[in-house]
């Protein structure tokens, strides 16, 4: 079984940053591609960013673009997703998970999910 477990979140006033971190355990980290995705009060869970299993390629939403970036560090089995220039509507509850796929924004294509971490942006 494949367990994802985030952290980092928190409460941070606009135009700062925070960096997320998604530890994951069961099995080698590099058997999947990962994705990070993000879902706010009274809305739909909505992708954000992901990255394949050697980092050869990534991909990112339109609102994200350029603000945040993913890496994963597969030695530590760990998924970050670096998060700059935040503005309150990035306040939601952020997940991690991880894909048999090369790289997706589907959240079908997902099989194991994290529990996610809170991340409020406000001043």
């Known amino acids: 079984q494949v367990q994802l477990v985030e952290s980092g979140g928190g409460l941070v006033q606009p135009g700062g940053s925070l960096r997320l971190a998604c530890v994951v355990s069961?099995?080698?980290?590099?058997?999947?591609?990962l994705g990070w995705f993000r879902q706010a009060p009274g809305k739909e869970r909505e992708f954000l960013a992901a990255?394949?299993?050697?980092?050869?390629?990534?991909r990112y939403a339109g609102p994200v673009k350029g603000r945040f970036t993913i890496s994963r560090d597969n030695a530590k089995n760990t998924v970050y997703l670096q998060m700059n220039s935040l503005k309150p509507e990035d306040t939601a509850v952020y997940y991690c998970a991880a894909s048999r796929y090369l790289i997706t924004g589907a959240l079908s294509d997902y099989d194991y999910w994290g529990q996610g971490t809170q991340v409020t942006v406000s001043s």
């Open positions: 069961g099995r080698t980290l590099s058997s999947y591609s």
């Open positions: 990255i394949t299993r050697s980092s050869e390629i990534t």
